[in-house]
């Protein structure tokens, strides 16, 4: 179920930071980090990945894990070690409520504004083993309420949806 996901994330991305003019020399390093924001999952086991019903608070502690391993298997790596700290950066929201590091509006920068998005999006259309895949259209509504409670950047949502094909 997570075949294609990463590629769509890095598509969603790089598309949006060019829409918002903000590809530039951060291009690259967004790039990777959309590739593998999501490499930190091999540390999970797959029993929590594939499970059919809701997640206990220990199982949603693990998953919430993987963005750390994310950072620490990319950062090992003198190719990817630039984009280790972007790419685990995906869950992270603008109000501190994400994660590995509950970091705020000022600790993210467009491009980690841009990667989480992209993500979110990306694995609403997604089916997932305990959720079907949502519909474009109640999708972009989602990450739209998201940024309207101020979780996500609101700029950086109109940048994805726009590049997602939606109109707003």
Same mark, same amino acid.
């Given at each position: 179920?997570?075949?294609?996901?990463?590629?769509?994330?890095?598509?969603?991305?790089?598309?949006?930071?060019?829409?918002?003019?903000?590809? $530039?020399?951060? $291009?690259?390093? #967004?790039?990777?980090?959309? #590739?593998?924001?999501?490499?930190?999952?091999?540390?999970?086991?797959?029993?929590?990945?594939?499970?059919?019903?809701?997640?206990?608070?220990?199982?949603?502690?693990?998953?919430?894990?993987?963005?750390?391993?994310?950072?620490?298997?990319?950062?090992?790596?003198?190719?990817?070690?630039?984009?280790?700290?972007?790419?685990?950066?995906?869950?992270?929201? #603008?109000? $501190?409520? $994400?994660?590995?590091?509950?970091?705020?509006?000022?600790?993210?920068?467009?491009?980690?504004?841009?990667?989480?998005?992209?993500?979110?999006?990306?694995?609403?259309?997604?089916?997932?083993?305990?959720?079907?895949?949502?519909?474009?259209?109640?999708?972009?509504?989602?990450?739209?309420?998201?940024?309207?409670?101020?979780?996500?950047?609101?700029?950086?949502?109109?940048?994805?949806?726009?590049?997602?094909?939606?109109?707003?």
């Amino acid at each position: 179920w997570t075949v294609g996901h990463s590629p769509k994330v890095a598509a969603l991305a790089i598309a949006a930071a060019g829409a918002a003019g903000a590809a $530039g020399a951060d $291009g690259k390093t #967004l790039t990777i980090a959309a #590739l593998l924001h999501d490499i930190g999952r091999t540390a999970v086991i797959n029993g929590i990945w594939d499970k059919l019903g809701p997640f206990d608070a220990g199982e949603r502690a693990r998953m919430h894990a993987h963005t750390f391993e994310t950072e620490r298997i990319l950062a090992r790596t003198p190719l990817f070690a630039p984009a280790a700290a972007l790419a685990s950066m995906a869950h992270e929201r #603008l109000d $501190g409520s $994400g994660y590995h590091r509950a970091l705020r509006t000022t600790a993210l920068s467009r491009s980690a504004r841009l990667l989480a998005i992209a993500d979110t999006y990306a694995a609403l259309i997604q089916a997932r083993p305990h959720r079907p895949a949502k519909r474009a259209p109640e999708a972009a509504e989602i990450v739209a309420a998201e940024a309207r409670r101020g979780a996500l950047c609101r700029d950086a949502v109109d940048a994805v949806l726009e590049v997602a094909g939606h109109v707003r």
